[in-house]
């Protein structure tokens, strides 16, 4: 399930953006969050697994009728693809009518949901 970021998740998403290769210092997770703070079209969401376990994290920024994923998060144990799959499916039923594009490290995860639900129409 998708929770959008608010100030008590705080210490939960540090760690997570802490996975990220490009975010290994405090610095740069806080620079990234005032990232998306600083603009209302960015958002995070935190999302928790079937056992209720924090896992993962999306960074999107909303633009026209487009989603842009920007970080795509899981912790490793959470690490497939059917778990980025399920947080996908969850963040276009929070955003019905964008759609879902990845950016640079995160379309080769969205082509394969894309893909997936190609699959499921047939």
Known sequence: MLYQYRKDYQKITMGLFSLVSD?????????????????????????????????????????????LIHRLILAPPSR???????LLDELQSLYPKEKIIGGFETKEICAKWEQSKDHERI
Not at 31 to 45: G, N
Not at 47 to 67: A, C, F, P, T, Y
Request: no cysteine; hydrophobic share 35%; charged share 25%.
């Open 80 to 86: 497939n693809q059917e778990n980025y799959s399920r």
């Open 23 to 67: 975010l290994q210092n405090m610095d740069l997770v806080s620079q990234e969050m005032t990232w998306y703070a600083d603009k209302s079209d960015r958002m995070i969401y935190l999302w928790k697994d079937r056992h209720n376990n924090w896992s993962g994290l999306v960074g999107i920024e909303v633009e026209n009728d487009q989603l």
